[in-house]
């Protein structure tokens, strides 16, 4: 059975910081090129930060490029997302998702984001 349970998500103040991470099983985690999303309510689900299976390679979306960094660790299955700098804009469920050139994308649940004085 595919999981992806995403965790450490909190109400935290502007300018501090949150390490998120994904646990993956149920799937072969280091052929996957992983993501990070979130969705604010009443808004897209937004692309935050993508990073390929080896970890070699990395992106982010504009809004967070310098703030966030992504990265992985093969041995534990499992994908982190380092946040600095916090923006009350930053405020979101993060998701996490596992993508494969040939086969169905996997979805985690979701953690909340709260940056909040």
């Known amino acids: 059975q595919v999981q992806l349970v995403e965790s450490g998500g909190a109400l935290v103040q502007p300018g501090g910081s949150l390490r998120l991470s994904c646990a993956a099983s149920?799937?072969?985690?280091?052929?996957?090129?992983m993501s990070w999303y979130r969705q604010a309510p009443g808004k897209e689900r937004e692309l935050v930060a993508t990073?390929?299976?080896?970890?070699?390679?990395?992106n982010y979306a504009n809004s967070v490029k310098g703030r966030f960094t992504i990265s992985r660790d093969n041995a534990k299955n499992t994908v982190y997302l380092q946040m600095n700098s916090l923006k009350p804009e930053d405020t979101a469920v993060y998701l996490c998702?596992?993508?494969?050139?040939?086969?169905?994308?996997?979805w985690g649940q979701g953690t909340q984001v709260t940056v909040s004085s």
């Open positions: 998702k596992g993508s494969h050139r040939y086969y169905r994308d996997y």
């Open positions: 149920g799937f072969i985690f280091s052929t996957y090129a």
């Open positions: 990073i390929s299976t080896s970890g070699g390679s990395t």
